[in-house]
Nanobody, 121 residues
Framework: QLVESGGGSAQAGGSLTLSCKNF????????MGWFRQAPGKEREAVAA???????TYMDSVKGRFAVAKDSAGTNLTLQMTDLKPEDTAMYTC??????????????????WGHGTQVTVS
């Protein structure tokens, strides 16, 4: 349903762009976002778009990451710049099939990808 790509390794200060292909139209109208989980840590919301296309970000990535999607809602991207070692994590795409007020809340999502690894050294 949601398939991520674009992960890999980068040097600190470098850039990576993640993509998430959405194969279910029901997921293209409401919250779509990116979460990440580092080893030994809980999953956290990185960035999300609400149904109006408004983006929200976790504090530590503001100004460095940009989330976007195409007009059809079939491709969600996360452009990551000025990467830091603490950005190392498994990044997972998520989408919701109903209206939710908080698109940074994990509970708002009912569709998840399998994740793509990002390693920054």
């Amino acid at each position: 349903q949601l398939v991520e790509s674009g992960g890999g390794s980068a040097q600190a200060g470098g850039s990576l762009t993640l993509s998430c292909k959405n194969f279910r139209p029901v997921f293209n109208r409401f919250c779509m976002g990116w979460f990440r989980q580092a080893p030994g840590k809980e999953r956290e919301a990185v960035a999300a778009l609400d149904s109006n296309g408004k983006a929200t970000y976790m504090d530590s990535v503001k100004g460095r990451f940009a989330v976007a999607k195409d007009s059809a809602g079939t491709n969600l991207t996360l452009q990551m710049t000025d990467l830091k070692p603490e950005d190392t994590a498994m990044y997972t795409c998520a989408a919701s099939s109903w209206t939710r007020s908080n698109c940074l809340a994990e509970s708002s999502y009912n569709g998840w990808g399998h994740g793509t690894q990002v390693t920054v050294s």
